[in-house]
Structures are given as structure tokens and as C-alpha cells.
């Protein structure tokens, strides 16, 4: 008996023994991992896993931020899946984070703010969150609830808007959550560079030429000042008009360009300036057209044609007629003395979809052209070209000089004849270019400090978009207001020409690196509809059965065992 209660004592002293020595080893363990830092990502398409330049970037964070985020309450499966994948890429920047990085999801629809809904409501709608309609299902039915879909992030007592989800027009909910989910890293970091910007780059919109004016260019204006200083500049043959400028923005001018002002802005490309030109090939009398009906499209001589040429581009002088397009309203008559309006198709307003996936285009919604003309690239040594837009597959191209009339809404389209589609609309080209103004200026010019021409420049690029609409909002003259870049007053759709211009500014100004985060996949994985009514039985028994039966299995199996062990 002595025997046993001694071996039981010696028995109970080894087992404290390895109890204390496992923690040991589990405190030593923790003690050591606390110096390191290393996150693991199983998934396929490491959605977990930040860019390296992001994850620099937020460590280079010095101060605060507070990330307000009103995505939250009971929604429907897809929106409660970018609710989770929006607190998962908070975390990841919060791990990362230096300084603090705290953030709150915060649900204005709670009880608690009854008395101050409205005004919180009409205070994110200032700031510039757009709400969306969202259906829910519930066991009384389908109920509509209204969500704002983003988040308020501060920094260093500055603040901006994410808008978390973007709404595509003719992309189902699933494919715009799962795009606005591969977007989730892309748009937070572009957020926090917004408001961490030092020293910014400064643009110049050329004035002079019949160029658009500060009251049609005003929401793009407004959306470059967030990035950059914004500036109009008259060049009047003055050589160092653009010092001090980084980019220069060409938007529909209307009026030849004059040798000295090309040279300009040919030494400005030279010395490293970047450049986004929207200009059309065609011009047309928007008067006559209205009016009569009719107007005749004859080639737009601005005197850019050699320079650009020289550059590895072309503009043509014809129309890009496509489908999908955008509408116009005709009067069809009178009913009970009021015209009686109606919407048509209009070809020659074409709605491109880039279905590119370089950075500047992916994943961008449906962007609007306005009597736009096809590109052609030349071939021109040590420039990369990319074509960034182009028509549809059912497109064509109509020469000049070119009868625009309204009555073609009257005839239906003929898929036969739209058959000369993805014509480039608009490309990038980057590297050295040379000048055309090389061999050809007498040797004042050439001596001339202040003018320091260079025969060849330094690595640059430049972005050409046929045609000079894609760049101009509308504005109302009897309320002072500008529409927003992209918006269609007949259509009542805000297409994406904002987004797509200012990556393209975001690209030229400051490179890839913000910009390829874009390019990360995140897979769609949506269950067949289909099949799931098919066997929805099936898998529903498979679901409560098997579960059932392995327990049931478990504990024959365990009840086997014990039996034997007792038994012997």
C-alpha cells in the first residue's frame, strides 16, 4: 500500500514537473516570437497579403489615424462579405502601422442616433459618400434599406472619403463587390496619400487655343487639387511659362497651335514633363447641328499633327461610331400642345468598357466619349506604346468629311455594318523621345542659355485621348453648378471619366506603384443558382445527415473500445 502511494506521488510530481516545464517552453516561445513579426496567407490569390510598397508605405505613417466606417448593420451576403473584407484589410494596415491605426464601424441606422440620422446622413452626402439602395432578405420579404458604403479617414487633422463600394452600370451586385473588394488595399492607401502628401507635384491646364475653360473643367480641377497645384496657364510664346510645372494638361483646344508655342511644349516633354492630351480629330458645328438637324464633320487642323506624329501617335480625321452608345432626346411631335421627347440611341456618343488590365484602366466602369476619333500608333524608336481604350467589337469609323444627322436615330442598328471594331482610342506612350525640332533651328536658339534646348529628352511619358469631351463637364449657368465629370443629364448616369483621368495624372505623376495594386485578382467564387434549387434537398439531408451519422459512428467505435478495455 506504501508502494502504491509513493509510485501515485512520484507519478503526480512528474506530471507537475511536464506541466511547468510546457509552459516554460510556451512563455520562451512567445518571448522570442515577440521580436519577430511574420503574417502567414493560405488563400490562392494571397488576398491577405499587402503589396510591398504598401506595406512600406504605411510604416512610413508618423502619426494617427481613424478610419470611420459606416459599413455596418444586417445586410445581404454579398454586402456582409465586403464588411468582413474591409476589417480584414484594416487589420492588415493596422499590423503594420508604426503609429496608431485605429478604426470603428460605426451603424447610423442603430437606435441610438434617431435624433441625428438626417444631419449625419446630409453631412457624409457633403463630403462626398454616395449612398446606395440595398435589397435585404428577411422572413417578412425583401426590404430596401439605404447604405452608405464607405468610410470618413483621418490624418494629421485632415480628412478625406473612401467610398468603399463602387457602383458599375450594367455589372451585376456579385462582380461590383468583388471588384470593390480587389480595390479594398487600392483605394485605402490612395486615401491615406492623399492626406500624407508633402510637396506636390504641380499641373498646368494650357490656355490659349480655344482650349476648355476653368468653368468646363472645373470637377476635374477640383479632383487633380486633392493630388496636386492646379494651375491655367497662357504659354504667348514665353519660354519659361511651364517652369515649375510637372504635367501639362491639353484639353479640347479649337485653334492652331503656332510653331513657338509647339516648341514650348515639345522642351517641356524633353526636360522629363509629362503630358495628357485630349484632343479631337474632328470638328463639327454643334449649332447647326442642334438647329437644323445636321452638320457637316471636317478635319480638326490644330498643327499638332507632326508633333505628334514624331511623338509614335496619330489622331485620324474620322468619327468612331459604336455600340453600346450613349442616348440623346428628340422631339418625335406634340401631345396635348407639350413636345413629346423621347431617348435614341446616339452612335456617335460611344461608351467604352476597357477591358484592359493595365492599372490605369482595370476594372474601371463604362467611360464616355463624345464625337470621338480612332488612334494610330507610329513607329517610333525606344517609345513603349500601350493602348489603354478602344471601341467595342461592333464599331466602325466614318471619314471626312463626315454628314452628321439626327435622322439616322430613325434607322435601326445593322450589326452587318458595325463590323470594324476596337479601334485604339487612347494610349500611352513612355520613354525618350526626340524632338522634330532637331537639325532644323539656327544657332541663336541652339546657344541660347535660358531656351537650353535638348535634341533628345529624359525618360518621361504622355497619355493621347481622341477626343476633347472626355475631359469637360457640364455646367449650369442658372444655378452656378458644375455636373460631375462623366455625368449624362439626358441618361442620368455618372460614367467613370473622373476615375479614368485621374489615374491617368496618378500614373504620370507618380508611377506604378500606387496604381499596380489595381492590378491584384481576387477570384469570384459564386455558387450555380441553378443547381442549388436543383439539389437543394439533396445537400440540405447531406448537411444534417452526415454529422449525425459520424457522431453516431464515434460513439459506437468509443463505446467499443471501452468495453474491451473494461472487459479485459
Known amino acids: 500500500m506504501v508502494m502504491k502511494e509513493k509510485q501515485i506521488s512520484k507519478k503526480r510530481r512528474k506530471d507537475v514537473i511536464s506541466l511547468l516545464a510546457t509552459l516554460a517552453v510556451i512563455v520562451m516561445i512567445n518571448i522570442i516570437c515577440s521580436f519577430f513579426f511574420r503574417r502567414f496567407d493560405l488563400t490562392t490569390e494571397k488576398r491577405y497579403t499587402l503589396n510591398d510598397k504598401t506595406i512600406q508605405f504605411v510604416k512610413d505613417l508618423n502619426d494617427v489615424v481613424l478610419v470611420k466606417v459606416y459599413l455596418e448593420g444586417d445586410f445581404n451576403p454579398a454586402f456582409t462579405r465586403l464588411k468582413n473584407e474591409t476589417r480584414e484589410i484594416l487589420d492588415e494596415f493596422r499590423a503594420y502601422a508604426k503609429k496608431d491605426f485605429n478604426y470603428e464601424f460605426i451603424n447610423i441606422y442603430d437606435k441610438k442616433f434617431d435624433v441625428t440620422r438626417v444631419n449625419i446622413e446630409r453631412e457624409l452626402f457633403q463630403k462626398g459618400m454616395i449612398p446606395v439602395d440595398l435589397t435585404t432578405k428577411t422572413e417578412k420579404g425583401d426590404a430596401n434599406q439605404k447604405v452608405f458604403p464607405g468610410a470618413i479617414v483621418s490624418y494629421k487633422g485632415r480628412e478625406t472619403v473612401w467610398q468603399i463600394f463602387r457602383q458599375q452600370v450594367g455589372v451585376s451586385p456579385e462582380v461590383c463587390v468583388n471588384n470593390s473588394v480587389q480595390s479594398l488595399e487600392y483605394e485605402l492607401s490612395n486615401s491615406l496619400r492623399k492626406l500624407k502628401k508633402g510637396v506636390r507635384p504641380a499641373v498646368a491646364f494650357l490656355q490659349g487655343h480655344g482650349e476648355l475653360d476653368t468653368l468646363r473643367t472645373q ?307 459564386l455558387l450555380d443558382k441553378k443547381k442549388i434549387k436543383q439539389q437543394e434537398s439533396k445537400w440540405q439531408m447531406v448537411n444534417v445527415g452526415i454529422p449525425l451519422v459520424s457522431i453516431f459512428g464515434i460513439g459506437i467505435v468509443l463505446n467499443f473500445f471501452r468495453r474491451k478495455r473494461y472487459t479485459n
Open 219 to 525: 470637377d476635374i480641377a477640383q479632383a487633380l487639387s486633392e493630388y496636386y497645384d492646379v494651375g491655367f496657364v497662357k504659354l504667348n510664346h514665353r519660354y519659361k511659362a511651364l517652369r515649375g510645372y510637372q504635367a501639362i494638361i491639353i484639353a479640347s483646344p479649337d485653334s492652331a497651335f503656332d510653331e513657338k508655342d509647339k516648341f514650348i511644349i515639345d522642351q517641356f516633354i524633353m526636360k522629363g514633363g509629362k503630358s495628357l492630351w485630349c484632343v479631337d480629330g474632328i470638328y463639327y458645328n454643334r449649332d447647326s447641328l442642334s438647329l437644323k438637324g445636321y452638320s457637316l464633320g471636317l478635319s480638326n487642323n490644330l498643327n499638332l499633327g507632326d508633333l505628334l506624329f514624331n511623338y509614335g501617335v496619330r489622331i485620324n480625321p474620322n468619327l468612331v461610331l459604336n455600340i453600346p452608345s450613349g442616348q440623346i432626346p428628340i422631339n418625335k411631335g406634340y401631345k396635348g400642345g407639350q413636345p413629346d421627347f423621347q431617348m435614341f440611341n446616339w452612335y456617335y456618343t460611344p461608351l467604352i468598357l476597357p477591358i484592359d488590365n493595365h492599372p490605369i484602366v482595370k476594372n474601371l466602369d463604362l467611360i464616355k466619349f463624345d464625337f470621338a476619333s480612332s488612334l494610330d500608333t507610329i513607329s517610333s524608336r525606344g517609345i513603349k506604346k500601350k493602348v489603354l481604350l478602344t471601341s467595342s467589337k461592333y464599331s466602325r469609323v466614318q471619314g471626312t468629311p463626315a454628314r452628321i444627322n439626327l435622322a439616322m436615330i430613325n434607322q435601326p442598328p445593322d450589326e452587318k455594318q458595325f463590323n470594324d471594331g476596337y479601334k485604339p482610342m487612347a494610349v500611352l506612350l513612355e520613354g525618350k523621345f526626340q524632338s522634330p525640332y532637331d537639325n532644323h533651328l539656327p544657332d541663336t536658339i541652339l546657344s541660347n542659355k535660358d531656351i537650353d534646348f535638348r535634341a533628345k529628352g529624359v525618360n518621361t511619358g504622355m497619355i493621347v485621348i481622341s477626343d476633347g469631351d472626355v475631359i469637360k463637364n457640364d455646367y449650369q449657368f442658372s444655378s452656378r453648378m458644375a455636373y460631375p465629370l462623366g455625368y449624362d443629364k439626358y441618361m442620368k448616369i455618372t460614367f467613370a471619366n473622373k476615375m479614368f483621368i485621374l489615374n491617368c495624372m496618378n500614373y504620370l505623376l507618380d508611377g506604378a506603384d500606387l496604381l499596380s495594386i489595381r492590378a491584384r485578382d481576387v477570384k469570384l467564387r
